[in-house]
């Protein structure tokens, strides 16, 4: 295919569109790869559209490959089966909700477990029709608050989900194994460099869950590794309870006046002043910080939350919104201070926290807070805090949430040394669901027995459209795209420059040589200086240059290799040889 | 490829659907083509996906042929661009509207005009850039008050849209021509009869249309052809108005008492009885109809509207539709009527209506009331009609409107002769749209003289996903589908029959063999009865069945041609040829 640049549908910008967070989302746009329809909404021009279409073709043959069978479900879904599963609550605003002319419910589909799991449940009821895997690809809505950089984060996406239908564990644990040797395939496909990670299974439920992370600076999930080999995305982290300590000889607790010491490096002053510990002085992490949310949940309730933790660290927003989902967590505001008069905002101590104590709070301790742990706390009185509390002697919470920062240099729950921190962004999602879904929707198959038994199901995904996002946001460089050659919307971009005909007999030729041998062409026959239709063609970001120009008199061509940043001057007779060999690779 | 019937995710069904009301929505639920997902909302299985893919990649490559780039649009979008063109008001209650999280209007687009007249103003500039062809596959919405048929007329919906984009009308009618010729070729790759037809433009606006109908008796559009040539949607048949009449000879207007006579059976019988005429009885078409609307628009107003037409003809509900659209049409109320006493219903007549008679309503009356015709009609009184009212002596109306419902034998307005009607499938439209997005949204460029000119529009579109049921429609017989070999989900449906492992060893060969001939084959393996497979094979109705069963034994294989109805007995030696001879055809 030859397609000339004078009549493509395409307007390179050079202006950085005003809301470009990050370089894909700028050079997508500047290439006239995508343009905005409204906020988080994109359409897609012919160049992007090329290559959504072949990440979508990988990831049908991969999907293929382990059996999965091609559905494509509505996007328009009815009210019903997302309320038996209590997720037309659980979403919250982050689902498209809207009324038919009937005034009948109905939604946006996020995503389609109980979709799949009704269809199953109507057409299957044997042991006999399992295993099964479905899997679609198709446009998704999630009404996201924070829509960023193009399409890496829309409201509107194409996604590739999957699910898939077991009689048993055994089952479900090879439909996951198939899957993740899949997505590794689509993944290294898509020329990605990316990391399997232990992950949270949010709003899914479920239990086993791993996330396929694209390493990418603009990311927007954090991911820890470990020298062993450990990776979990950090939300999913558990950093492990240490042992107990021995508390025979710890002295007993004490209230001091701690005057002005309403933030932690204040109150380490103070401690190290007052009662200075003849090992090593104290720091933040001798102290516990007590902090209060209020959890909103998605049906309107509300409950409030106190969280005890080291006070050298913070509590991880992302990482307590995925323990908490489908609540969300407001730092206490002043009128929920005044509800509740026991909090002495700045000196909140465990004597006044836990169910049982007298502010009634819910309070729950990192990990860090075990059996035998001295701690400097408050003392619930302005000014005062308590020294030598131990934990287990002197206070117990309710129970345990593991929400604190994670650091770089952290040792890694296997023990295989510090942590690493990096960014990445999710691309795939693989889940064991269980029976969650089929329990709640009622997907009972007859077994060998003639029982019935609850199916067990998995779910996958793959953001297909947010892949060529990631793609482009990790090839890219300060001139535009460069594409790998399995994506690229035309193999070669062959520029011609000059006047002469002779330049432009032979360029029109070369395409279609190229043409006959199976290489798909952007000619860039416009009446432009050299100069635009380079940085064009840096900017559009084809694997391979093909320059016509000056050379041709001395009979070479010029081969420019975008992803290696090489050149080299080729002989015309060698030319359709060289390039061909070039997209080949 | 090879996919076995045990592995295949389809449940054939003893039972027709419930709401089935056409053949096609029958078969393909019961064959496990489509299922419903609330009404009008299908979920497509894996063999109805095969089907719609197809129909895809036809349409994709006839407008790749034309020039056509593809894009792809949002389906959810933002309010403002329909609200320039009014058709956020205009759509009514077939509009699917919803409010985002921050309470921003958006819809769920049924067309996108706006979206590509902004897109490409957005991006082009200059007559340089015209002329300019897009196009779109993608999901639409309409919130049908009767969905029905299965995906023959849905809520949603897969549509090829395209738009063409030029200078002058030249250009515009080029572009038209190219559509209609590429439409041609994808009508007649799908293996549908159909005709092309004039049309209304409704919603749409613009001028010049022709519809694409499937012939097919359970088609919801009726259409109209003629001796010569002339083809046309029952809407939009215009009949063309009479010569005027002389009627100096014509009696004086005289008011009768007509009792009993409120309808024009009736009517005609006092007529004769009262002053028979001498040349031929009185007849329905003597009489003067006059029927009462209230219009309702979309923006909640409301204003009447009287028609006058021959009495023996009704008002044609979906002819009245188009002229009036985006209005809506209800018959007078008795709250209506008491709202303008001068109506005497059962009586009405000229003399109360047009807007500066007694009434004020507009009064439009059918073609064939021209000046010169005498008319039998109510007299505005109880019990009494007027007989020798002539038109232009004793009334006029305030306009002409074409409703009346178009007869088989009517006289052709090509003049070729009387007219037939049938009933089709509207499976293309293709429109001049003009100017008309272009001035409500600006799109101009700079033509040569560098002057600001307005560009000139078509709107095509192809119903994809009612093709899958327009084809199933007008091919099916009583015992289930029969594809084309074009859209066939499998060429080949392979049927072993028998236990023998003789059997089962051939059939598995002979699918390998047809598939290395590239042959796609559903080799049903299951352990089912011969009758059982049979009746699945000719329900899923794929063109070719080969029978491998008792003849093996004798060295032969049974070779089903489904279209043709045929069946032969093929020598083992001689199978694979033979079967590959018949999908090619």
């Known amino acids: 295919m030859i397609t000339k640049m004078s009549e493509l549908f395409v307007r390179t910008l050079r202006e950085d569109p005003a809301d470009a967070e990050v370089p894909s989302h700028r050079w997508l746009v500047r290439g006239?790869?995508?343009?905005?329809a409204a906020p988080g909404i994109y359409t897609w021009l012919p160049l992007g559209l090329r290559v959504l279409h072949?990440?979508?073709d990988i990831v049908r043959e991969e999907m293929d490959a382990i059996g999965g069978q091609e559905v494509h479900f509505p996007a328009?879904?009815?009210?019903?089966?997302?309320?038996?599963?209590?997720?037309?609550?659980?979403y919250g605003p982050n689902l498209f909700r809207l009324k038919d002319r009937k005034g009948n419910d109905m939604l946006l589909g996020p995503t389609h477990e109980e979709m799949f799991t009704l269809l199953v449940k109507d057409l299957y009821s044997s042991y006999k029709d399992l295993p099964l895997v479905l899997y679609q690809i198709q446009t998704k809505y999630r009404d996201e608050a924070r829509p960023r950089a193009g399409v890496l984060r829309g409201r509107e996406f194409v996604m590739k989900d999957s699910y898939s239908f077991d009689i048993d564990d055994a089952g479900l644990q090879a439909a996951y194994d198939k899957h993740r040797d899949a997505y590794i395939r689509i993944f290294d496909r898509l020329g990605l460099e990316y990391v399997i990670v232990q992950a949270m299974s949010g709003a899914m439920g479920g239990s086993a869950s791993e996330e396929f992370l694209a390493v990418a600076e603009n990311g927007e999930d954090t991911f820890v590794r470990s020298p062993g080999g450990y990776a979990a995305n950090v939300e999913a982290v558990a950093i492990g309870a240490p042992e107990p300590l021995p508390y025979d000889a710890a002295p007993a607790a004490h209230v001091e006046d701690t005057p002005d010491s309403t933030t932690i490096e204040a109150l380490v002053r103070v401690a190290n002043d007052l009662q200075p510990r003849t090992d090593r002085p104290w720091d933040g992490s001798d102290t516990l910080k007590n902090v209060v949310f209020m959890l909103e949940y998605p049906d309107g309730t509300k409950e409030p939350l106190a969280i005890g933790l080291p006070g050298d660290r913070e509590v991880?927003?992302?990482?307590?919104?995925?323990?908490l989902e489908p609540a969300?967590?407001?730092?206490?505001?002043?009128?929920?201070?005044?509800?509740?008069?026991?909090?002495?905002?700045?000196?909140?101590?465990?004597?006044?926290?836990g169910e049982e104590n007298s502010s009634g709070i819910r309070y729950l301790t990192d990990p860090r807070v075990v059996e035998g742990t001295r701690w400097i706390t408050g003392a619930d009185a302005p000014q005062k805090h308590v020294f030598d509390l131990v934990c287990g002697r002197d206070f117990t919470s309710d129970g345990v949430i593991d929400v604190a920062e994670i650091?770089?240099?952290?040792?890694?729950?296997d023990g295989s040394g510090p942590l690493q921190l990096a960014r990445g962004i999710e691309m795939g999602h693989i889940f064991q669901l269980g029976r969650k879904y089929a329990d709640a929707l009622g997907l009972k198959v007859l077994d060998q027995n003639?029982?019935?038994?609850?199916?067990?199901?998995?779910?996958?995904?793959?953001?297909?459209?947010?892949?060529v996002a990631a793609v482009a946001e990790t090839t890219c460089d300060e001139k535009g795209l460069r594409w790998p050659r399995a994506l690229a919307p035309f193999d070669v971009q062959l520029v011609a420059t000059g006047k002469g005909t002779e330049v432009a007999d032979y360029a029109a030729g070369l395409a279609q040589e190229l043409d006959a041998a199976g290489i798909t062409v952007l000619y860039d026959d416009r009446k432009a200086s050299p100069g635009v239709k380079f940085a064009d063609a840096e900017l559009l970001g084809m694997p391979t240059t093909v320059v016509v120009g000056r050379g041709l008199a001395e009979g070479?061509?010029?081969?420019?290799?975008?992803?290696?940043?090489?050149?080299?001057?080729?002989?015309?007779?060698?030319?359709?040889?060289?390039?061909?060999?070039?997209?080949?690779?």
């Not at 006239?32 to 905005?36: A, E, L, S, T, V």
């Not at 328009?76 to 659980?90: F, G, Q």
């Not at 390039?579 to 690779?585: E, K, L, M, Y």
């Open 54 to 56: 072949k990440v979508e």
């Open 450 to 467: 003639g029982k019935q038994v609850t199916v067990t199901m998995g779910s996958y995904g793959v953001g297909v459209s947010r892949a």
């Open 316 to 323: 991880d927003e992302k990482r307590l919104e995925a323990q």
């Open 76 to 90: 328009l879904l009815p009210r019903e089966p997302y309320e038996l599963t209590n997720r037309w609550i659980e």
């Open 407 to 413: 650091r770089a240099g952290d040792p890694s729950p």
């Open 328 to 353: 969300v967590a407001v730092p206490f505001a002043e009128e929920d201070f005044a509800r509740y008069p026991s909090l002495v905002k700045g000196y909140i101590g465990p004597g006044v926290l």
């Open 556 to 585: 070479v061509v010029e081969l420019r290799d975008r992803i290696e940043g090489t050149a080299e001057q080729v002989p015309v007779a060698e030319a359709v040889e060289r390039i061909v060999a070039q997209v080949r690779g």
């Open 32 to 36: 006239g790869y995508i343009r905005r």
